[in-house]
């Protein structure tokens, strides 16, 4: 059975650092995967999603990596904001379900 | 706008009172899921739907009912709800690709706002 896992579960940068977020999976047969954001008490907002075929995606200061045969995934923050401050998931999918990791928790301080 | 909208946002309710939560989108998509949400746990799929008429249980569907009569709606109903089904619910919607033809969006994953239910 799938397994997603983020580490750390929380992280607390000052503003304007560089960071990364790790993802890592157990089953390697991805389809995709997919980042998200998660503000409190809200749903989620898609930030990225790689192709099983990708290596990488980038969106604006957000850069996502994909070694789909170590069954790992990178997020990549560059100079982080307060305003980044949430909680980013990792999900993968095979099939139809999305498998989610449990979240990393971030904290950009001012 | 593009979205995913879901009704209630809150609720608060019995045990064995029936109850329905609305999802509709209005992207056109063919894939609909539900998920709950809770401390520890993370998120864990209730149960989802391919296209209209077409739907399967996910890793928790135990407790819950889903329909989709429409390509735009899917609703998930509790029918004697517990106090172990409260939880923050989310339903989430996506595009598929099409005899291999992919479009930037597909399989992107659209989530509605969330619906917190409290079941007493």
Known sequence: KQEVTQIPAALSVPEGENLVLNCSFTDSAIYNLQWFRQDPGKGLTSLLLIQSSQREQTSGRLNASLDKSSGRSTLYIAASQPGDSATYLCAVKRNTPLVFGKGTRLSVIA | ?120
């Open chain 2, 1 to 120: 706008e593009a979205q995913v909208t879901q009704n209630p946002r809150y609720l608060i309710t019995v045990t064995g009172k029936k109850l329905t939560v609305t999802c509709s989108q209005n992207m056109n998509h063919e894939y609909m899921s539900w998920y709950r949400q809770d401390p520890g746990l993370g998120l864990r799929q209730i149960y989802y739907s391919m296209n209209v008429e077409v739907t399967d249980k996910g890793d928790v569907p135990e407790g819950y009912k889903v329909s989709r009569k429409e390509k735009r709606n899917f609703p998930l109903i509790l029918e004697s709800p517990s106090p172990n089904q409260t939880s923050l619910y989310f339903c989430a919607s996506s595009s598929r690709s099409r005899g291999g033809l992919k479009l930037p969006d597909t399989d992107t994953q659209y989530f509605g706002p969330g619906t917190r239910l409290t079941v007493l």
